[in-house]
């Protein structure tokens, strides 16, 4: 069941995602060799709960802790942890998702550890692309299909794959609402979109293979040729003629100045 969003109810998902963007602000600060991805984790989660949101990762499923933190090869859901402790050239994704006033908000964002290789950098571009990609063609009348098919086509053309173990999704008073958002498939297949649809766009880019393994822990996802991954996410609510981008990196624009990608 896709539930449309009234206007007054996309301005309290503007308003909960933009406590997780701010909670991101914090991360971009605090980032650096030397800190680990548990202080990373800390650091978000005391600032969304000192601003009335409760991390609703923590709990979902069992999942142990407030945030999702995946190094390099870790595509998604990576655990934070004391041990994991952040590297120069590392690139590192922090993803999660904030409830307030009853409503989700969803968010992911790689950032580079001090420098990192041009190749690197390449991907972390590229898959910012093709978030902006999806998003373009998150309108009134366009299909879920549409969607999908402008991410893969940007990733492939970089020479990158898409991970399609994982996908985005709608959201709003669930973390997960219907429908299904692929980061694959074909223009003009799926469902219309309608105004007032709220999906959460995340597409996880590989520098690599496709092939995907699940860590013993039950949730980290890394490449099985342990080669990089990137992974963007923003909700938007879907409108006419250009979607509504509800979260946002203006924080961690803020922070990263120049460095900003
Ligand atoms: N942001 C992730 C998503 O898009 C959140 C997963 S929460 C977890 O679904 F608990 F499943 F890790
Ligand atoms: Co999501």
Not at 252 to 261: A, L, P, R, S, Y
Request: glycine residues 10%; hydrophobic residues 35%; aromatic residues 8%.
């Amino acid at each position: 069941m896709i539930y449309l969003k009234t206007d007054e109810e996309v301005e309290l998902m503007r308003e909960s995602n933009r406590i997780l963007g701010m909670a991101y602000g914090e991360v971009a600060k605090a980032i650096a060799p030397g800190v680990t991805t548990q202080q990373l984790n800390d650091i978000a989660e005391q600032f969304v709960r000192d601003h009335g949101g409760v991390p609703s990762c923590l709990g979902f499923e069992n999942y142990p802790k407030a945030f999702c933190i995946s190094v390099n090869e870790q595509i998604v859901h990576g655990i934070p942890d004391d041990k994991t402790v952040l590297q120069e050239g590392d690139i590192v994704t922090v993803d999660g998702c904030v409830l307030l006033n009853g409503f989700h908000s969803d968010s992911a964002y790689t950032f580079p550890v001090g420098e990192i290789s041009e190749e690197k950098m390449r991907l972390l571009r590229t898959t910012k692309e093709c978030l902006y990609k999806g998003i373009e063609q998150a309108v009134t009348g366009h299909r879920l299909g549409d969607i999908g098919f402008a991410v893969q086509d940007h990733a492939e053309k970089a020479g990158y794959q898409v991970c399609r173990e994982f996908v985005g999704h709608g959201i709003g008073r669930d973390m997960h609402e219907d429908p299904e958002v692929m980061n694959y498939g074909k223009r003009g297949n799926g469902i219309v979109l309608k105004s007032g649809m709220t999906l959460a766009i995340e597409p996880m880019i590989l520098m690599g293979r496709r092939n995907v393994i699940i860590e013993d822990d039950g949730w980290t996802a890394r490449t099985a040729d342990r080669k990089p991954a990137a992974h963007y996410e923003l909700s938007v609510c879907v409108r006419n003629g250009k979607a509504d981008i509800l979260s946002t990196f203006d924080y961690i624009k803020e922070v990263m100045g120049d460095q900003f990608i």
